[in-house]
């Protein structure tokens, strides 16, 4: 298959938080979603069309610390300091059929492959064991999935559908080529400015941009 998006995260100080931001912007209750015990996170999650997922993600205040730096630089003081204010777009992620070959032909260092298993699914992930974001968050993380319906199928349909991932760059040219060498250069809008990533969505609430 063509890599595509397979979903993006937002990441928020409680899920509490996260869950009352998204309501007063898309005008929608996220309230199904699970756990992962590999990283002591939680998460809520939504359909958010083409076979992809909104997830809403932060610390699971009851669970253990954990091993390892948690994912998605939610340790990182100054991301902490960041969604303490408000829910910030964290990563997007792109799902491939051969993660393996993504990662060995990658320009730049993606991480390690995680496998994360839940019930009959599993999912193998790349995650950089000091927890950071390639490029602060700017290039995506690579998802391969056990065969069987995306989760995203399983999912609430909410009436929120992605449009866009949106990242800025000082050099968008270089940027452009780098996401084309992950095959991922048709799934973001890059443009000049400082290094930033947003998410516009359709929502019940209209066009949204969450950053």
Known sequence: MQN???????GADTLEQGIAAMQTALGVELNAGSKHDLMSTHNKVMQSGNESFFELIAID?????PERTRWFTLDNNNTQTRIAER?????WVVGTDDLD?????????????VTFVRGDRSWRLTVPADGHLPEGGLLPAFIEWSPG???????????VTLQSVNISHPKPDEFRKLLGKLNA???????????????TCDSPNGTVIID
């Open 4 to 10: 595509k998006i397979d979903h993006f995260a937002v």
């Open 61 to 65: 205040p009851d669970a253990p610390k």
């Open 87 to 91: 829910p910030r777009a964290l990563c």
């Open 101 to 113: 070959a993504t990662v060995a032909a990658s320009p730049v260092e993606l991480g390690e492959i």
């Open 149 to 159: 319906p995306h989760p995203s199928t399983g999912q609430q349909n909410l009436g």
């Open 185 to 199: 250069a048709h799934l973001a809008t890059v443009t000049q400015g400082d290094a930033g990533l947003s998410f």
